[in-house]
């Protein structure tokens, strides 16, 4: 594992969520390799796998926005200390926000980084599915 704290993989995905909370937007895209991969899992409008900094940026994270009640953001809290093996990282957090709908979202997430040069290059995410398809989804959009 790297000494450098910028390409150190705790760091590095440590800072992608704290990114992710604030909402900095160029912080996010950067946090990213150019061929990046995300597994989002079940049968939902975002479940499948995202390739490349742009669809996983502005198709799949980005499609999340119009979700959200405007006005409103997700609020995301890391849950405990990540779990670092090699160049994988495993991480939770907690994901809270209004939708469109008007009701309350709340859920974990886990997901397995992987983080290459300081940058991730592969996410496999893990939540609750369901919760997400009556909640976000309540629509059934």
């Known amino acids: 594992m790297s000494t450098d704290p910028s390409t150190d993989p705790r760091t590095v995905v440590a800072d992608y969520i704290a990114a992710v909370a604030r909402g900095d937007q160029d912080a996010i895209r950067d946090a990213f390799t150019e061929d990046v991969v995300w597994h989002y899992p079940g049968d939902l409008p975002l ?6 900094r742009q669809a996983v940026v502005e198709e799949f ?3 999340i926005g ?3 009640a405007p ?8 849950i405990g200390t990540p779990v670092v093996e090699g160049d994988r990282v495993v991480a939770e957090w907690a994901s809270h926000c209004t939708t469109v709908h008007g009701l309350r979202y709340d859920n974990r997430n886990l997901g ?3 983080v290459r040069d300081g940058r991730i ?12 398809a009556t909640v ?3 629509d059934g959009a």
């Open 47 to 52: 479940s499948g796998e995202w390739r490349g």
């Open 61 to 63: 994270l980005g499609s």
């Open 66 to 68: 119009g979700l959200i």
């Open 71 to 78: 006005g409103t953001a997700i609020r995301v809290e890391p």
């Open 112 to 114: 397995i980084f992987t």
């Open 121 to 132: 290059a592969e996410v496999r995410e893990y939540t609750d599915t369901q919760r997400a």
């Open 136 to 138: 976000l989804f309540a």
